[in-house]
Nanobody, 124 residues
Framework: VQLQASGGGLVQAGGSLSLSCAVS????????MGWFRQAPGKEREFVAPTSRRGGTYYYADAVKGRFTISRDNAKNTVYLQMNSLKPEDTAVYYC??????????????????WGQGTQVTVSS
């Protein structure tokens, strides 16, 4: 399974970005997908998961109400729409796949495959 994230960039505070993650494999619709992020000098942290059918369950408190995770199983792609961006959202954003049939989760160790990350920088 290979994951390719894209869509990062530089944006001013208050702006928006939309991240995409294209996933290889014939059984994408069976994967739980998620987004994490890692800021400089910090540990990788959970952002949001989505179920196999695109259900959303919860978001990290820091992004709740501003970010939306979604997926298109026909395109083998998961998305992260980020609105009202803040400088503290600056990080490398990673998409990830849990292929083992579990429930959507916030725990890093539950995920099996990771993309290479895409840089998001929010200027003040």
């Amino acid at each position: 399974v290979q994951l390719q994230a894209s869509g990062g960039g530089l944006v001013q505070a208050g702006g928006s970005l939309s991240l995409s993650c294209a996933v290889s494999g014939r059984t994408f619709s069976t994967y739980v997908m998620g987004w994490f992020r890692q800021a400089p000098g910090k540990e990788r942290e959970f952002v949001a998961p989505t179920s196999r059918r695109g259900g959303t369950y919860y978001y990290a408190d820091a992004v709740k109400g501003r970010f939306t995770i979604s997926r298109d199983n026909a395109k083998n792609t998961v998305y992260l729409q980020m609105n009202s961006l803040k400088p503290e959202d600056t990080a490398v954003y990673y998409c990830t796949a849990d292929v083992d049939g579990g429930s959507p989760t916030r725990f890093r160790y539950e995920y099996d495959y990771w993309g290479q990350g895409t840089q998001v920088t929010v200027s003040s």
